[in-house]
């Protein structure tokens, strides 16, 4: 088996992919939410830049975001299982939804707002299904409060093996997601599924591109500074903590990483994670 060098988890080539290409980002996202191709009138990327690292900006993730038949939805792909993805897609839905209500609206007027995560990891283990769909109800009834709240999750190593099919669109678009090698892509490609077939052609094509081989040299770069940046920030907070004793030094040492972390420029949501300090703690560091 040949491994793939990049594959469609690589967020600078997904961004590139679909942004290049909103035909294919549009099949994507209908297949994804089960709306026919056909019933979207209205389909916009609303944040089809890349971030330029090269220009001292700090390494973000990359994800989609769009306005689809009025519905505001975020497609977001992670690779790595950092514990706190759940908690992570709810602050990123408040945050979409909250700033969807301009100075002097009402309410009733907040658009469905809809995040899509794809998943190289288990996030479910009970359940064997590489779907999961969250929206609140009520716990006894199951009653739904509103429908404005979609959460979609897919599991790529739930995926069922060997059931590729060309008639299952869905099945086909998580598989190249999944894919990690020339000969999955291969498989895919032999089914001549018309839009796979584009899909890969271009997937193909970007990665050869000097547009994104500069691109993706300046995130390596990036997130290298953001890894020794992490590790900088840990150990000179846990220097610090120690000096305050054990059980205090616990919270002190996190303060002092938060500290640390601020000051080679990590953003507040990063800090976040690696410290489990609160938002306005972190926040008021910045004063």
Known sequence: MTRLEYTLKTDTLFKMLFVQHPDLLENLVSTLLSIPPESIGQFVITNPEIPPDS??????????????????????????????????????????????????????????????????????????????????????????????????????????????????????????FKANTKEEIAQIKALKEPIMEQAINAFEKIMVTPEFQELERLRSRARHNETSALRYAREKGREEGREKGREEGMGEGMLAVARNALSQGLSIEVIQSITGLDMETIKSMTN
């Not at 950092?82 to 309410?107: N, V």
């Not at 109800?137 to 069922?160: C, Q």
């Open 55 to 176: 220009k001292g900006e700090k390494f973000c993730r990359l994800d989609i975001n769009m306005v689809v038949e009025g519905q505001r939805v975020a497609l977001e792909v992670q690779v790595e299982n950092e514990g706190d993805y759940p908690d992570r897609i709810l602050y990123y839905w408040a945050r979409g939804f909250s700033a969807s209500l301009g100075e002097g609206g009402d309410y009733k007027d907040l658009p469905r707002t809809v995040i899509i995560s794809i998943l190289d990891f288990i996030q479910f283990a009970e359940s064997p299904d590489f779907h999961s769909e969250f929206r609140p109800l009520e716990v006894k009834r199951h009653e739904p409060l509103s429908d404005k709240m979609s959460l979609h999750f897919f599991e790529l190593k739930k995926l069922p093996a060997d059931k590729l099919d060309a008639g299952n669109k869905l099945l086909l678009w998580l598989s190249l």
